[in-house]
């Protein structure tokens, strides 16, 4: 039986095979998920934010050590955390994309303050 993972804020969804790491299903799901180490838990760029009713795999000692203590707070490592049902995965922005977006949304007020 498949797994479904849903990756925010965009709701796209995709099915997988259980056991698969949302890093995967990310990559699936064409969305992307910034990394450096290529999944070995070593770079911390592939955190994301799980919904609290999500199923995922009991987290490892690995993956929590590297979390120390945000695991609690929802962050999962993409690259590490595996899916076990239903996920609902929240991705942050691109840094650059973000820095674009706060840019264009600064100009729009500027602009309605002239009107
Ligand atoms: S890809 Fe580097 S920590 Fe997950």
Redesign the pocket.
């Known amino acids: 039986m498949n797994s479904e993972v849903t990756f925010w804020p965009s709701g796209r969804t995709v099915k997988v095979k259980p056991g698969t790491t949302l ?1 995967d299903a990310a990559r699936r799901a064409n969305i992307p ?1 910034r ?12 955190k994301v934010t799980v919904r609290p009713e999500s199923e995922l795999q009991p987290i490892a000692d690995n993956e929590r050590r ?1 979390l120390s203590g945000l695991d609690g707070c929802h962050i999962r ?4 955390a595996r899916v076990a049902g239903k996920v609902d995965v929240e991705v942050p922005l691109d840094p650059l994309r973000a820095a674009v977006e706060r840019q264009l949304a600064r100009q729009a007020e500027q602009d309605d303050d002239l009107w």
């Open positions: 890093l998920i990394t450096r180490c290529g999944g070995k838990a070593a770079c911390f760029m592939c590297k490592l993409a690259c590490q």
